[in-house]
């Protein structure tokens, strides 16, 4: 059974930092998947913010996050991060890593393109 592990998030004052985790396990083959994180706040859609490739691991961002958010992966450790810094009020939300075989995640990748999701950390900034 494939399971998503997202870890780290909490409370955290505006303009501070958080790394988030995702930990995956019964994934035969991490290093074959391309990762990506996504958030929904509540009454909003889920929004795209950055993916790793499978491979040479390179990255892409959403531009409302880019230059503040940086995602790396692991693969020894079957693990995808998300190091958030300049947290914003308007970054709280939900986060969800999720898992896409041999194949890029993209601003318009569905949820439903997605192999895997994780079950999300809640990540709540305060003024």
């Known amino acids: 059974q494939v399971q998503l592990v997202e870890s780290g998030g909490g409370l955290v004052q505006a303009g501070g930092s958080l790394r988030l985790s995702c930990a995956a396990s019964?994934?035969?083959?991490?290093?074959?998947?391309?990762m990506g994180w996504f958030r929904q706040a509540p009454g909003k859609e889920r929004e795209f913010l950055a993916a790793?490739?499978?491979?040479?691991?390179?990255?892409t961002y959403a531009d409302s996050v880019k230059g503040h958010f940086t995602i790396s992966r692991d693969n020894a450790k079957n693990t995808v991060y998300l190091q958030m810094n300049g947290l914003k009020p308007a970054d709280t939300a939900v986060y969800f890593c999720a898992a896409r075989y041999r194949w890029p995640i993209q601003t318009d990748t569905g949820p439903s393109q997605l192999d895997y999701w994780g079950q999300g950390t809640q990540v709540t900034v305060s003024s």
């Open positions: 790793i490739r499978y491979s040479a691991g390179s990255t």
């Open positions: 019964g994934l035969t083959g991490f290093s074959d998947y391309d």
